[in-house]
């Protein structure tokens, strides 16, 4: 069974950076790719970022390109999303998702049903 656990939410004030961390554990996990979601109070939940576990390649939404960096540890089956410049708007409950491995070192998974597995969910809240 593969689990995946978020770390590094918290409350922080307008123009501060938080970094998420994300650790998938599970003896066969292998995944082709990992990605950030979030969901906002009363809204759906929206891709956020995305990459790719062989190549690196990454893809970001437009609303939080060039603030948001993922990246990977490959050794740790770890994904990490620092996030800059936060703003108000940028808070919600942020949930990682990792997606099985289809050997693909290109695929930029950024629907939700293209993820296999999801964590709970860690709580970003950004104050003005």
């Known amino acids: 069974q593969v689990q995946l656990v978020e770390s590094g939410g918290g409350l922080v004030q307008a123009g501060d950076s938080l970094r998420l961390s994300c650790a998938a554990s599970?003896?066969?996990?292998?995944?082709?790719?990992m990605g950030w979601f979030r969901q906002a109070p009363g809204k759906e939940r929206e891709f956020v970022a995305t990459?790719?576990?062989?190549?690196?390649?990454?893809y970001y939404a437009n609303s939080i390109k060039g603030r948001f960096t993922i990246s990977r540890d490959n050794a740790r089956n770890t994904v990490y999303l620092q996030m800059n410049s936060l703003k108000p708007e940028d808070t919600a409950v942020y949930y990682c998702?990792?997606?099985?491995?289809?050997?693909?070192?290109?695929?930029?998974?950024?629907?939700?049903?293209?993820?296999?597995?999801w964590g709970q969910g860690t709580q970003v809240t950004v104050s003005s």
């Open positions: 599970g003896r066969t996990f292998s995944t082709e790719g």
């Open positions: 998702a990792a997606r099985k491995d289809h050997y693909s070192a290109t695929f930029l998974p950024t629907r939700q049903f293209e993820y296999d597995y």
């Open positions: 990459i790719n576990w062989r190549s690196g390649i990454t």
